[in-house]
């Protein structure tokens, strides 16, 4: 079996944030803050698999924020390390980042000593309202530029996810606004994610059914990014990169049925389970090895 990525879950469905399109993340309570146990036996079983894969990149990810379990991720990079995958990365909110350096310095060093090459900061916007309004509705969104500048500092080399939905990162306009953005605070990468539309919780449901992109829209965001930038890769299934303006962008093609291939040497996802379950699908139950 070969895989393209190989995605290692980090905590609970805890999340101090509160998307209306989030697949699960839930507010911290005292069952969801504790640190669920790690099966390290069958995750070598799956660090063996994935380099078998030829796998070059890990995913440090959650159902909901894994920067909540920051000893977690520090024990999970101890156990990469003989591995040597060249990329490690962590998808967060990074939320609790931007909040509160004291804790978090100490780690965001420890990280980067441990391999971890890559923080993913996902967000709606480049604009903080529209930021808050999605996560932080009850307070106020962090200042992004401070925290590119901040992850910066430690060495990380960063990218910017952009959720793309109606009303907030929509138009070819609000995508230049987007990767302007990007470019000015030097962050490395950008990824530009049409909502997904599928395997969501009821009411995450109806709310992407009302805010997802047509595919109309979409089609004028991909010509967009031909028409003013160079096309330097097509990843299989994942999505197409460009040079726009000296800046990397991805449109990620979503995660669903259309994006999956039943060849057992093409498969797209790997992913580590902290009880030892070992899984090539996301939603789907029966995608199971161990
Ligand atoms: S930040 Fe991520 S985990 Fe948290 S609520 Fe939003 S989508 Fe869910």
Redesign the pocket.
Known sequence: MKFKMFSVIVGTEA?I???P?????VTPNCENMKEPKINWRNLDIACNLANRSGIDTVMLT????PTLFPDQISEYLKHLAPYKFPFVELQS?CIPLALNHKKYDKYLKEWYTLGMTTITI?VVSEKKEINQKV?TPNGEYINLAELIEYLHGFGFSLRLTCVMCNGFTDTPEKVQDFINFAKQNKVEQVTLRPVNDEYRRQSAHDWVAKNKLTEEQKDVIRKHLADNGTKLLDLERIGSIYDVNGQNVCLSLPLNKYTRDTNPDNLRNLIFFQDGHLRYEWEMEGGILL
């Open positions: 999340c944030a509160s998307c399109f989030c697949v699960s993340g959650s159902r909901g924020e909110n996902s996560y």
